[in-house]
């Protein structure tokens, strides 16, 4: 079982390593997984759900974080989107100060974030914003900063 936050601590090391240094980081952490684990790792890594090939979108747009992000946090997130812009900036300040608790206190796993977000996309018809607002929002409630 990978935590997302260990995937998120590496892809901040990559990001911060220099340019020959991050395959090396990306292959010492995937060498430590196990199957089940693998898959998902990679793709949340290089940032794509879904092979190339599969012509799929998460029809997720700004919007629609906004709107989940002010239900679950007590931020103004029109005036930090004005002042810190980009949208993941954003997100990690309203995760400082969330309006609701989950009642468990588990760690996000990096396997469970990925089948969120994969069935995030296979939303689809009347109402599937809504679904995919659902669906987000309790990916966001269980996100630390």
Partial sequence: MV??????????????AARGDKADIACKFLADLDETDLYSSIRLLVGRLWPCWEQREMGLGPEIMLSVLAEISLEDIQLLRRTLGEIGVVTEAALVRKSQKLLSSDAMEALSLYKDLLRITDQAGPGSDCRKAAILRGLLLEASP
Avoid: D, M, N, Q
């Fill in 3 to 16: 935590l997302y936050g260990r995937l998120a601590s590496v892809l901040e090391e990559i990001g911060r």
